[in-house]
């Protein structure tokens, strides 16, 4: 029983011990004070009730003294409090000291907190890195298109990174501007002879302005003749002049039409008011007998007419039989 009670009192420290090395960081303490770094063993503690890990802050200040950057443990603790990246912070500021580079802690942690990697931003402001555009494509004044391709190359705007616009604005601008560049050549073959026309137009209209980002160069890396869009166009015209035509035609032919139909009918009417005519003719004749209007001298004579014009159209038709018919 005795020596379950030791063991229990050992492990009963044991735990003691680790709970107040856990809350208390004496080693850590150690590594500041031998770095310079002036931090108290109940600031510590603090800290970890605060839940801020204290090893993060300590060795974020530790960098920062050894680079000569004068920041505080407060300000590192409210910063990832806030949600903040310490660490990447304490990088940005060092490496923009040493660039000499205008960066204030202040100003590093608002970049951070916008959701901006700050030491991103500052290695961009060092080392400036190219952007490729897409394919833009773009009609000279002559109808042919051409396709063009940029490199841009830009450097991180430190003061505008919060609130400043990002790559793909300058994207945007940059073939906005190649798309005007081009339309407003009246030839594409100014363009291809002298490419670098559309770099100097592109520039010249401040194109980074309220970005993120300063635009160094705008260099064109290829230039292609795509199709004759003029000619395109003409041809869609010409083909819908064309049906256009065909519509009026086709109008005119069916007026045509109904006009040749109305003078059939009209010619039907001819020739049924002219048969009804023909059909009064034996009554006529037959009242000028009865009146004696008319002997049968005067009959027979007519009759000799008949058959005198019956001869001449045969001799004129000779394929038609019997007695002339009025032409349809």
Known sequence: MENLSVIF??????????????????????????????????????????????????????????????????????????GGNVPTVIKALISADKANIPLSFKQATAIDLAGRNVFEAVTTSVNPKVINTPNVAAVAQDGIQLIAKARVTVRANIMQLVGGAGEETILARVGEGIVTSIGSSISHKAVLENPDMISKLVLQKGLDAGTAYEILSIDIADVDVGENIGAKLQIDQANADLKVAEAKAEERRAMA????????????????????????????ISAAFRSGNLGIMDYYKMQNIQSDTDMRNSIAHPGQSGPTKPRE
């Open 257 to 284: 039409v109904a006009v040749e139909q109305e003078m059939k009918a009209k010619a039907q009417e001819a020739r049924a008011s002219v048969i009804a005519a023909e059909v009064e003719i034996p009554q006529a």
């Open 9 to 82: 009192l050992i492990a009963g420290a044991l735990i003691l011990l680790m709970i107040f090395l856990y809350f208390v960081p004496i080693s850590l303490w150690i590594t500041a004070q031998f770095s310079n770094v002036r931090v108290g063993l109940l600031e510590l503690v603090f800290m970890r009730i605060r839940k801020v890990p204290p090893s993060l802050i300590v060795n974020s200040m530790i960098n920062a003294t050894k680079a000569g950057i004068a920041v505080t443990t407060s300000e590192l603790e409210t910063h990832y409090l806030a």
